[in-house]
């Protein structure tokens, strides 16, 4: 079972820069994609990036290409989500989450990820 510890939210002006951190535990993670997903109120929650934890492959949702970005580091188990010139529309809770599918493949709906962290509240401010 894997454990995910979110961590690095806050509030930013707009233009600003954040990086998110997802702190993994109870591996082995080979065999995870790590994704960031975010939640406005009222809002369902949305994909927004992925990396393999095996090759490091990555994918994001168009609108935020450019802007965030996800990498990871083996050596500390953790996933980073950098996040720059940040509109007040990017306020939201991000997740992170762990999909062990076995083909290891990054897939971008929530209902397919099987842990999920807590939770970061980001708050843009125009």
């Known amino acids: 079972q894997v454990q995910l510890v979110e961590s690095g939210g806050g509030l930013v002006q707009a233009g600003g820069s954040l990086r998110l951190s997802c702190a993994a535990s109870?591996?082995?993670?080979?065999?995870?994609?790590i994704g960031w997903f975010r939640q406005a109120p009222g809002k369902e929650r949305q994909f927004v990036a992925a990396?393999?934890?095996?090759?490091?492959?990555?994918n994001s949702v168009d609108s935020v290409k450019g802007r965030l970005t996800i990498a990871r580091d083996t050596a500390k188990n953790t996933v980073y989500l950098q996040m720059s010139s940040l509109k007040p529309e990017d306020t939201a809770v991000y997740y992170c989450?762990?999909?062990?599918?076995?083909?290891?493949?990054?897939?971008?709906?929530?209902?397919?990820?099987?842990?999920w962290g807590q939770g970061t509240q980001v708050t843009v401010s125009s």
């Open positions: 989450a762990a999909d062990g599918d076995v083909h290891n493949v990054i897939r971008t709906a929530p209902n397919v990820y099987d842990y």
């Open positions: 990396i393999t934890w095996s090759s490091g492959m990555t």
């Open positions: 109870g591996g082995p993670l080979s065999r995870y994609v």
